[in-house]
């Protein structure tokens, strides 16, 4: 029950003065001594509390005050450490970027929800498709197309009519966004330690840009993609609200 616990919280007025409150009751403790980081905000700060802190090795309790809040708890100010100490850890394994562009340079990033490439102007997108430097499609023509793990699949991947993958699946989600050809192609489940390469074909003409969660690149001619071997990070759920049972209910919510 004594578990030394840094607070860090979106900079919207309610995540703000949960801060403040719990700052009060419970003290605060800076990151690098910390045993558990909590996180006040939305899915999308989650995100940007795992990047920051993923080096850290240590996890992640959020609360919800946010809008959605699909990796977070309920927000409940009273009984935390109880709730900390009781909350089960779930781990999950990003996915890594590199992406080269038409400047030659190259970027590593890495994604906890997805993989996003969208074309730039209003030219259609064409992208040659290989797994593990197989070609399955020599061309797809669409908006954009991404891959995402199981705790993205309910986010943006869900809303461009992806499947929802069960927690420790190990699988990953392509999707593609408004294909226009192949005209049937409504995306594959894939093994999670598969290699994706994405090609652009003509460049110049029909740019491309691709986007790791919130780290984004544009002008891209190659993207791979691949599950990281090396770097996870550790959530912590409210036991009556897991992430693996979340994603269940989730596809029997209409």
Request: overall charge neutral; hydrophobic content about 45%.
């Amino acid at each position: 029950m004594s578990q030394r616990i840094a607070f860090v919280a979106s900079p919207t007025d309610d995540a703000q003065a949960a801060l403040a409150i719990l700052k009060a009751q419970y003290g605060d403790t800076p990151p690098d001594q910390a045993q558990v980081i909590v996180a006040l905000g939305g899915d999308g700060f989650m995100l940007r509390t795992l990047h920051r802190h993923r080096a850290r090795a240590i996890p992640v309790y959020g609360m919800k005050l946010g809008t959605v809040g699909f990796l977070l708890n309920q927000h409940r100010p009273d009984e935390l450490l109880e709730r900390v100490a009781r909350a089960q850890p779930t781990v999950m394994r990003p996915l890594q970027m590199n992406a080269n562009s038409e400047s030659g340079s190259s970027v590593v990033a890495l994604a906890f929800n997805e993989v996003s490439l969208l074309r730039q102007t209003k030219q259609a997108a064409h992208i040659r498709v290989s797994l593990n430097d197989v070609v399955k499609i020599e061309e797809l023509m669409c908006d954009g197309v991404l891959v995402a793990t199981p705790a993205g699949s309910t986010a943006y991947n869900l809303s461009a009519h992806g499947p929802i993958l069960p927690f420790g699946s190990q699988l990953l989600a392509m999707t593609p966004i408004s294909p226009f050809r192949p005209r049937r192609w409504r995306g594959a489940v894939l093994p999670a330690r598969i290699e994706i390469k994405f090609e652009i074909l003509d460049p110049y003409k029909r740019p491309v840009s691709v986007t790791a969660d919130s780290n984004e690149v544009r002008d891209v001619v190659e993207v791979i993609i691949r599950e990281s071997a090396e770097q996870t990070v550790t959530l912590l759920f409210d036991p009556e609200h897991n992430l693996e049972e979340r994603i269940i209910n989730e596809q029997f919510t209409f």
